[in-house]
């Protein structure tokens, strides 16, 4: 209650009238005080208090700077007499030293509560919330007293940061001012960002050829070198650039279209596919051509008729359930049965999932193994609520 | 007293009870479990099997938590009908009747057995051919009298016996 002062109730330059309610008293913290049945003004920058008619008539009122005011909270009080009604408190700083005279000198509290005989209203709550959270008074408050000071800034040049900042925030033009300027900054970053894409999308032919020097440098230094796992990896990275990627604009049929890309997919995939054990599904076929073509993406469909064009080392071969695999031709459907079954034997049984962890291929493939297997009798499966897994072949094969 | 029935090692092998996708596989599958049918039931006295009784032990290897599937049960019924051992009860082909020996193999043993006693010409009961004194130590003694009924119906088609109803029960006369 310290924190007020007697003011003459007139409006500043640039302060604006917000809100009024009437029938208001203060609390000094939590007791009444004399100020009762008053009515209260609100502007951005402080809070008027009087009796009826005394603000009017411009009259001396009790005034709280909102400067002063750390922030507010509302409590709802409800009587069985009265009915419910809110009060607001305001939580305050510290007076300064050169406050004017107010109507306390000294309070133990440190803050007050605006309430009445019915509360005060919605809307005068919502205002006095939204005017405390936009801090108008922080802006203008400090160039008001002196104008002679604030002139002579104006003299020595409008480029002072602290007046640059003021000005940005003031008013509702500040803020449209300040949501243009991001705006501005935005379109610049994106604008920014998609220049550098541009500057890949134009450099990835040159990329793709350092890549590629890099690729052969690290496999003809891999006798050197121990078989690092980084070494390798790096190597594995690299090889998958493809210099000159086969695209349909430079053929005039699409069989040969085709064609020439069923020999590039082989140059490419066939160390990956020996790698993985003789094996590759479509799906990261797919994936892996289109890594190492990098902007000149294959369709899945025009991915699945090159393949069918191959008749090199490498096959493409459906499944009975309908997988479809890129195989080694020297992939021989015994020899992957019966190192197959050697891996169910030394594990007793084996689920798909297994199979697939032990070997680091994918589910589908690991089934097409295990089913592969079982078609030429070397292993036999379980079907049970655990799950499918399969057996070696005993029912057949028991002293083997 | 019963001796404890061996089980064959397929038993606690688990895909022994999954059907097998593999042609070969199945069908020595389907012949160790047909061998294993008659066997156990023969080893329990039963004629007749429910494919749906999930806790009967020939079904279910509670050890192993596995069990035969009624469709697996039927391909096995089905091939024990194949080879004259079993035959369904009922229309949907549940209740099964089974026995180790086909009926026309019951029907010539008790045909033998008939014309060794000097009973061709006299009528005999079932219950005298299936369970009384005299066939005591034979092959058919103990066997279901429906099995029974059903090889003397076979009997009857080549004229070498005739089946009467007496009572509740059944009269055979052999030729």
């Known amino acids: ?400 | 007293m019963m001796t404890e029935f061996e089980w064959p090692w397929e038993y606690t092998f688990p895909p022994f009870f999954t059907l097998q996708p593999h042609e070969e596989t199945r069908n020595q599958q389907i012949k160790v479990w047909s061998d294993l049918f008659l066997r156990y039931l023969k080893y329990l006295n039963k004629f007749q099997v429910n494919i749906n009784e999930n806790t009967f032990p020939l079904f279910n290897n509670d050890a192993i938590k596995r069990r035969l599937s009624p469709e697996t049960i039927t391909v096995i019924l089905e091939q024990l009908q194949r080879t004259g051992h079993a035959a369904p009860l009922d229309k949907r082909r549940i209740e099964w009747q089974v026995y180790s020996y086909t009926l026309e193999e019951y029907a010539n043993m008790v045909y033998d057995w008939i014309q060794q006693t000097g009973q061709l010409n006299t009528i005999c009961t079932l219950y005298e051919i299936a369970s009384g004194e005299n066939s005591e130590g034979t092959e058919f003694h103990g066997v279901d009298e429906a099995v029974l009924l059903n090889a003397f119906r076979t009997l009857e088609n080549k004229g070498k016996c005739e089946v009467v109803q007496l009572d509740d029960s059944f009269g055979i006369k052999f030729f």
């Open chain 1, 1 to 400: 209650m310290n924190r007020f002062e007697y003011v003459e109730a007139r409006l500043h330059d640039d302060e604006i009238f917000v809100s009024r309610d009437r029938n208001v008293k203060i609390y000094d913290g939590d007791h009444k005080t004399e100020y009762e049945e008053g009515e209260v003004v609100l502007t951005t920058h402080r809070l008027f208090w009087g009796r009826p008619g005394e603000i009017a008539r411009a009259a001396t009122t009790l005034c709280l700077s909102l400067r002063h005011v750390i922030s507010l909270s509302e409590e709802t009080a409800s009587s069985y007499f009265f009915g419910r009604k809110t009060r607001y408190i305001l939580y305050l700083r510290e007076p300064p030293p050169d406050k004017a005279p107010g109507p306390i000198d000294h309070s133990p509290h440190s803050h007050i509560k605006l309430s009445g005989k019915n509360g005060l209203t919605q809307e005068f709550g919502s205002a006095l919330r939204q005017t405390i959270e936009a801090r108008i008074w922080e802006v203008l408050v400090i160039p008001k007293p002196l104008s002679v000071a604030s002139n002579s800034q104006n003299s020595h040049g409008g480029d002072n940061p602290a007046q640059l900042r003021l000005k940005m925030r003031t008013g509702i033009g500040g803020i449209e001012r300040s949501i243009e300027a991001k705006a501005k900054e935005t379109d610049d970053n994106i604008a920014l960002a998609f220049q550098d894409l541009n500057v890949l999308m134009a450099m990835a032919k040159d990329m793709v050829a350092i890549s590629k020097v890099i690729s052969t440098k690290i496999r003809e230094q891999k006798g050197e070198i121990s078989d690092d796992e980084t070494v390798r990896f790096k190597s594995y990275l690299l090889s998958l650039g493809i210099e000159d990627p086969v695209t349909r604009e430079n053929f005039s049929s699409n069989s040969d279209y085709f064609r020439s890309l069923a020999q590039q997919i082989c140059e490419l995939l066939l160390d990956p596919i020996e790698e993985q054990g003789g094996m590759m599904s479509l799906a990261d076929v797919y994936c892996r051509v289109n890594r190492a073509r990098g902007l000149e993406l294959l369709s899945a469909e025009d991915l699945l008729h090159a393949c069918q064009q191959l008749n090199g080392p490498i096959k493409l071969r459906k499944f009975p359930s309908g997988a479809m695999v890129l195989q080694l031709e020297s992939q021989d459907d015994e020899l992957v049965a019966a190192d197959t079954l050697e891996k169910v034997k030394m594990s007793k049984s084996l689920a798909v999932e297994e199979l697939a962890k032990e070997l680091g291929i994918s589910l589908l493939l690991a089934k097409e193994r295990l089913l592969a297997a079982e078609r030429l009798g070397k292993v036999c499966r379980d079907e049970s609520i655990e799950g499918l897994r399969f057996y070696p072949n005993l029912l057949l094969h028991r002293d083997s």
